[in-house]
């Protein structure tokens, strides 16, 4: 086994799940130590990995603590990406390196820190940030932020392949806000450095991976959840940073620092002058429509917070444009049973929206409840058959509910002839098997053969012959394009199941025609001679 094909020995659950593992950044970074290349979950550091490679990646051994019965499991799969994807080499040194510092004098090494610093910027403001107090921290911060920007930048511009290390300045920072006892103003101040320096990051990077967003959110975090301190103005500091032009266009942070404002209105002044905020936004013309209704839905929490339920009642029913307020006054007239109401202001929604095919959706489906409580079976049709020809299952099982046992034959036809060339696959092929429709079915199979592995039982006798010859076929294409042991073991289950369905016969014959074919495949004819027909 090797790192460039272990996948080939690792169960595919272990495999997909490893792979996820590797992806999220669950385990610890991999460290070289007494020969072997170990790590553990972020978590759980009982839950050890250690990985024996030769010089030519050759696995000599793979273990992890996790009892996983001696399998290689997901956390050793998760290790071995992690060691395809680092420097090996430079890693091997760490250890040595660290053997040699610890040799040095004191003197020795603040001399080796000071020339560090001296031709390095970040490196200097990380030792400076080192136990530093507020007022350092403070002066500090955004020097810190700076210099590990500029170090990754070309020409002001930061590539892909840099973001992540351009922004461990900022990681830096927060991290040590985090765990300080710096006051709540000092606090602030930093968090705000961090968020204009990884706003004005956003417009010179490219952020897909999106680390630098990753940075401003758990900064917008830290403000949203800043507890008020006696005697400092909390909320106009973190007003005059949500109200800050950084975040144009970045409206969900701004949202959430202003929500955050809303328990701190305890004057009229402090009120009033959210309100505004929130007036201004939800009135401009500019503002979209995303802006306008969460303005609405704060003011609306702002009021439910200080005027109770009956004048944010109010302000909900004088503003059913916004759409959340309009789902709000339907659930509630449907739970009074005021189905005749909720009705109205369905269609009054379907109309208003009718641009919006989601909004639209959303306002049909409610208005199908309405329509159940008051009765009107031929309305919920209707809706149901809309919604049935658009891939919807649940509403194709509502159409049956709907129609009367006799008429359902000529329905589902109908509806099948009109409409199952347009229906998505899974839910055509869901419907095919549910109502036995086995004709359908086999020229369901005919067009996507791969399927016929799934409902060769479902086609038995009707369709014996078509189905034997679809799903000999698929085992054939199926072994061509079977590349490790997984895909062989896969190949090998489709056999098996050939001959459970269509005799021992017929699969005698395939399997002898699948040895001779891959003679000189080992692991693919290691495989299928463990096949048992039996």
């Not at 403070?138 to 020097?143: D, F, P, S, T």
């Not at 014996?464 to 085992?475: M, P, S, Y």
Request: with cysteine; hydrophobic share 40%; glycine share 6%.
């Amino acid at each position: 086994m090797n790192l460039r094909n272990f996948e080939e020995c690792a169960d595919p659950k272990a495999l997909e799940s490893g792979h996820a593992c590797f992806l999220g950044s669950a385990m610890k970074p991999v460290r070289y130590e007494g020969g072997q290349w170990i790590s553990a979950l972020k978590e759980d550091e009982d839950c050890e990995v250690r990985v024996n490679l030769t010089e030519k990646d050759d696995i000599l051994s793979s273990a992890c603590s996790c009892q996983d019965g001696g399998k290689l499991c997901s956390h050793q799969v998760a290790v071995m990406y992690e060691l395809r994807k680092v420097d090996r080499a430079r890693a091997q040194r760490l250890p040595d390196l660290a053997a040699k510092l610890v040799e040095l004098d004191k003197h020795e090494l603040v001399s080796l820190l000071l020339r560090c610093a001296e031709s390095d910027k970040e490196v200097m403001a990380e030792l400076m940030m080192i136990k530093a107090g507020e007022r350092e921290a403070l002066a500090m911060a955004r020097e810190m932020v700076k210099a590990s920007i500029e170090k990754r930048s070309e020409r002001g511009y930061v590539k892909y392949s840099e973001v992540e290390s351009a922004v461990k300045g900022a990681e830096k920072v927060l991290d040590n806000l985090r765990g300080s006892g710096y006051s709540i103003s000092a606090k602030i101040k930093i968090a705000e450095i961090v968020i204009e320096e990884m706003m004005a990051l956003l417009g010179d990077a490219d952020d897909s991976s999106g680390h630098i967003c990753t940075m401003v959110e758990q900064a917008v975090e830290i403000l949203a959840a800043m507890p008020e301190e006696p005697g400092f103005d909390d909320f106009g500091s973190i007003f005059s940073i949500a109200v800050n032009s950084v975040f144009d266009g970045w409206s969900e942070w701004r949202f959430a620092l202003l929500e955050s404002l809303i328990p701190m209105c305890h004057s009229k002044d402090l009120r009033e002058r959210l309100e505004g905020c929130l007036n201004q936004i939800s009135g401009k013309k500019k503002s979209s429509k995303y802006d306008k209704e969460k303005a609405e839905q704060m003011m609306h929490d702002l009021i439910l917070a200080f005027d109770g339920e009956s004048a944010a009642w109010s302000y909900i029913c004088m503003h059913l444009s916004n759409s959340e307020f309009r789902e709000m006054a339907i659930e509630a007239t449907l739970e009074k049973n005021d189905a005749q109401a909720a009705l109205e202001l369905c269609l009054a929604g379907e109309l208003e929206d009718s641009e919006l095919s989601g909004l639209v959706e959303k306002w049909k489906k409610l208005r199908y409840r309405a329509c159940g409580i008051l009765g009107d079976t031929q309305s919920q049709k209707k809706i149901a058959l809309e919604f049935a020809r658009d891939s919807d299952h649940f509403y194709f099982t509502e159409l049956k509910r709907l129609t009367a046992p006799e008429e359902w034959a000529k329905t589902l036809n109908k509806f099948l002839d009109d409409h199952g060339a347009k229906l998505r696959q899974s839910v055509l092929e869901k419907i095919l098997v549910q109502e036995g429709l086995t004709a359908r079915l086999m020229a369901f199979c005919k067009k996507h053969p791969e399927k016929v592995t799934t409902h060769h039982r479902l086609l038995v006798p009707e369709f014996e012959e078509e189905a034997c010859a679809l799903f000999e076929d698929q085992i054939k294409v199926e072994a061509l394009k079977a590349s490790n042991r997984t895909q062989y073991a896969s190949v090998c289950n489709l056999v098996e199941e050939f001959a459970k369905t269509f005799g021992k016969q017929r699969g005698e014959k395939i399997l002898h025609s699948l040895l001779s074919v891959y003679s000189k495949r080992a692991a693919f004819k290691e495989e299928l001679k463990q096949i048992s027909l039996l």
